[in-house]
């Protein structure tokens, strides 16, 4: 059962493009939304997150997107560049301390930015 | 400060063979777990250890043992290899085990079965 789906499974953007990836979620606990951004032999690493209190999170050039009452939420990459070139896996999570850190994960979109 | 080492980077196994994936930290983390990869799933939870002598399932445990004897090693064990455990294997840690921690993956373990 996948609680967090992701689309598109892949996107190609040029340089200085704004490619926008898509999440949506089923479980109402959730309250906690991490994305991960992955590079090709190399593990996750986490991008930016937000909790589900705030509508909208910016660090640097990427933005994440909430809506509460649709469950979804989107990252955006504004002025991309090569080097955005990765897989984002988006991810939900209980933020309480009983959850012991189970991440539920997206199923990945790979994100080619051309010169 | 190494963060989380895994070890070995690539293996290849024949089916009904058993191997130790290791992971070790050494940012005193407290919540280590792993992941396998498949195309097309993301990430799914295998096992995780929330301290020192303490585990428990993930979403997808079948086939794999974990035990947890210091805080900085969480080897994962296959008993008896299967072609469906072909994929690559994430250790991560967190500080604690607080959901909205981030999470330090190592940079995987690529595994065949033959």
């Known amino acids: 059962q996948q609680q967090v789906k992701q689309s598109p499974q892949s996107l190609i953007v040029q340089k200085g493009g704004i490619p926008i990836i898509n999440c949506a979620y089923e479980?109402?606990?959730?309250?906690?939304f991490p994305w991960y951004q992955q590079f090709p032999g190399k593990g996750p690493a986490l991008l930016i997150a937000?909790?589900?209190?705030?509508s909208e999170k910016k660090e640097g050039r990427f933005t994440i997107s909430f809506n509460k009452s649709a469950k979804q939420f989107s990252l955006h990459i504004m002025d991309s560049q090569p080097g955005d070139s990765a897989t984002y896996f988006c991810?939900?999570?209980?933020?309480?301390?009983?959850?012991?850190?189970?991440?539920?994960f997206g199923q990945g979109t790979i994100l080619t930015v051309h010169p | 400060n190494a963060g989380v080492t895994q070890t070995p980077k690539f293996q290849v196994l024949k089916t009904g063979q058993s191997m130790t994936l290791q992971c070790a930290q050494d940012?005193?983390?407290?919540?280590m777990s792993w992941y396998r990869q498949d195309p097309g799933m993301g990430l799914r939870l295998i096992h995780y250890?929330?301290?020192?002598?303490?585990?428990d399932q993930g979403e997808v445990p079948n086939g794999y043992n974990v035990s947890r004897s210091t805080t900085e090693d969480f080897p994962l064990r296959l008993l008896s290899a299967a072609p469906s455990q072909t994929s690559v294997y994430f250790c991560?840690?967190?500080?604690?085990?607080?959901?909205?921690?981030?999470?330090?993956f190592g940079d995987g373990t690529r595994l065949s079965i033959l």
């Open positions: 991560a840690s967190s500080y604690d085990r607080a959901g909205d921690q981030p999470q330090h």
């Open positions: 479980n109402t606990a959730f309250d906690y």
């Open positions: 937000i909790r589900p209190d705030v």
């Open positions: 991810a939900a999570s209980k933020a309480g301390g009983t959850s012991y850190g189970k991440l539920t």
């Open positions: 940012m005193n983390h407290e919540y």
């Open positions: 250890s929330v301290g020192a002598g303490i585990t």
